[in-house]
């Protein structure tokens, strides 16, 4: 069992993974009574040993079986001793001794603030993992409120460029539910989120590539569906300089409500569509 003196040393989830530990259980089964990935109680094992100056996982189990050698594990020099050593000894200031504990404290606290910001990011993506219902549904509408927000307020000016976001979002619709379905431990929510909101953003690239480049070079173009029709054109100022002049009009969210049902049922689609094969395959067995 674990004295005062070690849990001190560890911050809270520290302890616990170390109380599973003596227990004489192994990652996997930390990680699943503590509802964390192996990787989250991996780290935290590696700041275990750090603070109780081990190297392995047997030297922490053999430090922790003799509870008279803890205090002797952490060979931190007296301070009260060392003021006295400071005193005798004009030539040694404390100025760098506490220089250095400042220096530690603030490397200390940087240290647990980054491994706390660490462990939320992963128990978030825990959460979502185990439910994949709800991660869905975040990633259904993390796409639906970018394509509006392109439609809307950025704006398509070449027809092509249409066409090309919904080839986008026709594709990531299907595979992005494809691998939802097989959702496992090297799952990101994270990263199928950011995908989620920057492949539609190609329609916009392509968009503006084609505005400074190929329309720079003189004339204009428009392009209208349903309820949404822009025109882009360059023109000169009376200074004698080029600018881009562009014009967007929408009377509803028409477009974006057909775009976002279309996307949805795909992805759901795609989403269940070999599960319910699956089901009926193990039945026939």
Avoid at 3 to 22: C, F, I, M, Q, Y
Avoid at 25 to 46: C, D, P, W, Y
Avoid at 87 to 105: E, F, H, M, V, Y
Avoid at 229 to 246: D, I, K, R
Wanted: glycine residues 4%; aromatic residues 10%; proline residues 3%.
């Amino acid at each position: 069992m674990m004295n005062d003196e070690v849990k001190a040393l560890l911050s809270k989830r520290e302890a616990e993974v170390t109380g599973l530990l003596l227990q004489g259980m192994s990652n996997k089964q930390i990680a699943f009574a503590l509802g964390l990935s192996e990787r989250t109680v991996e780290f935290h094992l590696k700041n275990i040993y750090t603070k109780m100056q081990v190297a392995s996982r047997v030297e922490l189990i053999l430090l922790l079986g003799k509870p008279t050698n803890v205090i002797s594990a952490d060979p931190v020099e007296s301070t009260v001793a060392a003021s006295e050593k400071n005193i005798d000894n004009g030539n040694q200031p404390l100025s760098p001794r506490w220089a250095k504990i400042w220096r530690d404290t603030f490397s200390l606290i940087r240290k647990e603030v980054a491994m706390n910001i660490r462990i939320s990011f992963e128990e978030l993506e825990n959460y979502l993992r185990s439910r994949p219902a709800l991660f869905g549904a975040l990633m259904f509408f993390t796409a639906s409120l970018t394509t509006r927000f392109i439609l809307a307020e950025l704006g398509l000016y070449h027809w092509v460029s249409y066409i090309l976001l919904g080839l986008v979002l026709t594709v990531c619709s299907i595979a992005l539910g494809m691998y939802w379905k097989k959702m496992n431990e090297r799952f990101s929510p994270f990263t199928l989120l950011v995908l989620a909101v920057s492949m539609p953003l190609t329609a916009v690239l392509f968009d503006q590539v084609y505005l400074n480049t190929v329309l720079r070079n003189g004339g204009q173009i428009a392009a209208s569906v349903l309820n949404i029709s822009t025109q882009a054109e360059w023109m000169v100022s009376p200074e004698g300089y080029a600018y881009l002049h562009t014009e967007r009009h929408a009377t509803s969210d028409v477009l974006w409500w057909i775009v976002s049902f279309s996307t949805g049922f795909l992805f759901l689609m795609s989403a269940f569509s070999d599960r319910w094969g699956d089901k009926q395959t193990v039945q026939s067995m």
